[in-house]
């Protein structure tokens, strides 16, 4: 829906801990890390950094 939520950190972490399986595109929304200059710069993995990324987009702690 084009916002990041806790229900896209659930979803993240249930790919995460390889209880389901992503789509091709739930990941490329996914890869947001790392940040350069505040800024998703993807690297083309999903991986805890990635995470801690969105973590921090649903509290506020980054915009972008």
Do not use: C, H, W
């Not at 249930?14 to 947001?32: H, Y």
């Amino acid at each position: 829906d084009g916002s990041v939520n806790v229900a896209d950190l659930i979803l993240a972490m249930r790919i995460l801990l390889g209880e389901i399986s992503a789509t091709p595109l739930q990941l490329a929304k996914l890869d947001v890390a790392p940040l350069v200059t505040g800024t998703p710069a993807p690297d083309g993995q999903f991986n805890t950094g990635d995470y801690t990324v969105l973590v921090q987009k649903v509290t506020g702690m980054v915009d972008f």
